[in-house]
């Protein structure tokens, strides 16, 4: 049976009992419909450990008393990168939920030209906060223990200025296939493609002046958070840990 995982945004040492919150103890007691004594697992998005824990219920308070420490090796070792032009919100969470799954360690958004709408800087803090908690989510389904970063831009230049140091690719209709690119022994992969609209040609010349380098995934044109996970997935299975 699989046991429940829960997110708590703080430092975990086993012997502690830490009150949950009301939205955990709703999940965990009204949802999942767990007794006083029910074992499950908590994790802090920050160290690839699950803490096991025993839920406690007093009355309307539910706690977590912490047990033991187990590492876990859900983490791939391919650092990854998606740097993606912002597309429509349901896009977005979809592909915040996906990659996540799929293993990606840092996701960087931007508005592009053809971004529709633009992200008004207004929004930013509670939109960064609503794409953090789709990860976290996809963090307690799918196993891992680290959520992946999310950092947002107002433009290509900002977002190409803060990528890290790996082999860069951008997904575009020319240029090989993205596998046969991906030269033996790469341990970070940066991968840039833009929203339902494409980037334009000035963001292509500055992404490729930024030594991304063009690759297609196919014969088909893919949406813009399809385009996303199917790279993820090729470079996991080539590079990473989906082989």
């Not at 012997?15 to 919150?21: C, W």
């Not at 794409?131 to 999310?150: D, F, K, L, M, Y």
């Not at 090989?176 to 690119?181: F, H, K």
């Not at 991304?212 to 990473?240: C, D, K, M, N």
Request: hydrophobic letters at 45%.
């Amino acid at each position: 049976m699989r046991i429940a995982r829960v997110h708590i945004g703080a430092e975990l040492v086993v012997g502690d009992e830490i009150l949950l919150d009301k939205p955990q103890s709703h999940y965990l007691k009204k949802v999942l419909r767990l007794r006083s004594g029910a074992a499950f697992f908590l994790f802090n998005g920050r160290e690839a450990v699950d803490y096991r824990a025993t839920l406690v219920i007093d009355g309307t308070q539910a706690r977590a008393r912490i047990e033991a420490a187990l590492p876990l090796d859900t983490e791939s070792g391919l650092e990854t990168e998606i740097i993606q032009g912002l597309g429509r919100a349901d896009h977005m969470d979809w592909m915040v939920q996906k990659t996540t799954e799929l293993g990606i360690g840092r996701i960087t958004l931007f508005n592009a030209e053809r971004s529709q709408p633009r992200l008004r800087e207004s929004r930013r803090l509670k939109k960064l906060d609503h794409w953090r908690g789709v990860a976290t989510s996809a963090c307690e389904q799918c196993g891992r223990a680290i959520v992946p970063a999310i950092a947002f831009h107002d433009d290509i230049e900002r977002a190409l200025a803060e990528t890290r140091d790996a082999f860069r690719i951008l997904l575009d209709f020319d240029g090989p296939p993205l596998a046969s690119a991906l030269p033996a022994g790469t341990s970070a992969i940066s991968i840039l493609l833009g929203p339902e609209g494409g980037l334009t040609e000035r963001e292509i010349r500055l992404a490729r002046s930024s030594l991304f380098q063009p690759v297609r995934l196919g014969p088909r044109v893919l949406r813009t958070e399809t385009a996303a996970s199917a790279a993820l997935v090729i470079v996991q299975s080539e590079l990473g840990d989906m082989a």
